[in-house]
């Protein structure tokens, strides 16, 4: 069903579509005094769609409420990989000794900030974050940006570390 669900979907939008022109349809002649045909047939029809307005919209409130339901759900997931994350980076940073400083240049690292915009957000010389930088590689065992982002990168694809992060949620 999951593969079918958008082609179903879609169907159904364009089932409402249709029943709403027919709405539409019908109270423009209405207005226009057009005299409807003898017989119930228009009402029979009318019935239909009108159930198949109210199926439609249940179903749509349901489709509704089930979405909000996983993007809920996906939004916790994020929040405890997000967790996991802030917390592989920390004991990684205690296991090879930075000192808060090199921890902070680090981070602005990983996130993308180059040396002079981490200068200017540390308001200190780039010679400084330059040398807080090489410390930081030496430490972590990697030559440079590059590699240590790939040692938490690696980290992350470790289905582990959101095994591990969920157990304690």
């Excluded at 119930?40 to 909000?68: H, K, M, P, Y």
């Excluded at 996991?84 to 090199?102: C, I, K, N, S, V």
Aim: net charge negative; charged share 25%.
């Amino acid at each position: 069903m999951h593969n079918s669900r958008p082609m179903f979907l879609w169907s159904l939008f364009t089932l409402q579509v249709v029943c709403t022109f027919f709405f539409a349809g019908d109270i423009l002649l209405d207005v226009l005094g057009v005299p409807e045909s003898p017989g119930n047939e228009s009402d029979v029809l009318e019935t239909g769609v009108t159930i198949c307005l109210v199926l439609g919209t249940a179903f749509t409130g349901w489709e509704l409420r089930q979405l909000f339901r996983r993007e809920e759900r996906m939004r916790r997931q994020i929040d405890v990989a997000s967790g996991a994350f802030a917390d592989m980076l920390q004991r990684e940073f205690d296991a090879w000794g930075l000192t808060e400083a090199e921890q902070s240049v680090a981070l602005l690292g990983i996130k993308g900030y180059s040396i002079s915009e981490i200068a200017r957000l540390r308001e200190t010389k780039e010679g400084t974050i330059k040398a807080q930088n090489a410390s930081v590689y030496r430490k972590a065992g990697v030559t440079g940006r590059l590699q240590l982002l790939s040692h938490f990168v690696e980290d992350l694809m470790d289905d582990a570390l959101i095994a591990s992060a969920t157990s304690k949620a």
